[in-house]
C-alpha cells in the first residue's frame, strides 16, 4: 500500500474517533456549558497550522532517541459558551527537512477550552487567557530504508518514495494554555489564538510486530490559528 493511502486511511480512522472524542467531551463538560448556554452561544469552525516534537525511542538505531520536529495544521469545530467551549479536530503533520527519517503523523483531538477568568467573572477582555485539557489519539507512521533487516545498507536513490514500515497509535492527555484576540460582532465572532500543549502519554499499541519496541515521548505543540462562527446572545 502506498504513503498516499496509507494516510488517507489514517484520515478517515481519525475522523470516527473525532465523533467519539466529542460525545466525551460534551459529556464532561455538559452542565457548565448548559450553564454558559443561558446567556451567550458560540458555534463555529477553527483552522490553525504550527510545529510539534517528540521524541522516538525503538529498537532501531536510525530512529533510537531522534528529535522529530514536524510542521502542518488542522481544522475543526469549535463550540460552548463564554467560559466553556469544546472543540473537535483533525489535524496532519509531516517531519521537517532537518529531521533525518521521514515521519507522519495523523491526529484526532477532543477538548476543551476554560476561560477561566471568564469563570471567575472578571467580564470581558480583548484579549482572553484560557486553559485547555484534552484527549488526543494521534498515528505516527514511519518511513524509510532502515526496516529492511540492514540499517547500513546502501540506499537506492533511484527510488522516489521511501517504503513504509508502519505505524503507532499513541493515546495522550494533553495540558495546555493560549492567548485569544476576540473581535466579536453582533451575531459573529472573528478570533485569532495562539497556545502551546504538552501531551501526557497514556499508551502506545500497533499491529507491526517490528514496531512493538517504538514510542512516541515529550510531545510538544504550539499552534496559531482562528476561529470564526455564530455568535448568539440570549
Known sequence: MGKTSNITNGILKGLMVLVVLSGAALNFCSAQI???????????????FGMRSFTLSSNFSAIDRLHVVEAGGSIGLVFGG????????????CSTSSVVQTVDLVESEG???????????????????YLI???????TRLYGFYANGNEGAKINYSVSDEPYIGKIITSKVNLGA????????????????G??????????????????????????????????GYHKIK
Open 111 to 129: 477538548a476543551l477550552t476554560l476561560y477561566f477568568l471568564q469563570i471567575g467573572g472578571y467580564g470581558d477582555r480583548t484579549f482572553e487567557p
Open 133 to 139: 485539557v484534552g484527549a488526543e489519539r494521534s498515528s
Open 178 to 193: 493560549g492567548l485569544e484576540y476576540r473581535l466579536p460582532g453582533p451575531k459573529y465572532f472573528f478570533n485569532v489564538f
Open 82 to 93: 463564554e467560559a466553556v467551549r469544546a472543540r473537535i479536530k483533525q489535524g496532519y503533520y
Open 34 to 48: 448548559l450553564t454558559k448556554l443561558d446567556s451567550n452561544l458560540y458555534i463555529g469552525i477553527e483552522g490553525s
Open 195 to 228: 497556545e502551546v500543549k504538552y501531551g501526557c502519554q497514556m499508551g502506545t499499541n500497533t499491529n507491526y510486530a517490528r514496531l512493538k519496541e517504538t514510542t512516541a515521548s515529550n510531545v510538544l505543540s504550539m499552534n496559531i490559528g482562528v476561529s470564526i
